[in-house]
């Protein structure tokens, strides 16, 4: 959990993608999809640390859609769900931060939760794709 918070007018973390080298196979392996989860999450909770941080993009949500195979071969795996739509670590690290934060971990909170939109509180960073208050 995120102890201090930083004052700041306005901070936006945009396009956060997690793109990696693939298996011969294509799958990411347990342990690539563990150092995704761990990576985002540390990128939002530096999000929620700051108090003008009003948005936190995810570039891409599902991976048959994402850009990356195409732009970087070998690599893939680089969004929150599979191409079957199977949530990956990531998704639920983000998930639980956003929770954590919506109950008063983050010192923000929320009516908003993980895949409704809401008008919920301004001052809660919105999950782009994920979620937006």
Do not use: I, N
Request: proline share 6%.
């Amino acid at each position: 959990m995120v102890q201090e918070r930083l004052s700041h007018d306005s901070t936006t973390f945009t396009h956060m993608v997690y793109q990696r080298l693939l298996p011969g196979d294509g799958v990411p392996a347990e342990a690539q999809l563990e150092r995704q989860a761990s990576d985002l999450g540390r990128r939002l909770e530096a999000c929620l640390k700051v108090e003008g941080c009003d948005l936190f993009t995810v570039w891409g949500l599902v991976d048959t859609y994402s850009w990356v195979p195409a732009f970087f071969p070998d690599q893939g795996a680089a969004t929150l769900m599979s191409e079957d739509l199977t949530r990956e670590p990531a998704c639920y690290e983000l998930q639980r931060l956003v929770a954590e934060a919506r109950s008063g971990g983050q010192g923000r909170s929320s009516g908003a939760s993980l895949g409704e939109a809401s008008q919920g509180d301004p001052s809660t960073p919105s999950l782009t794709g994920l979620w937006r208050p």
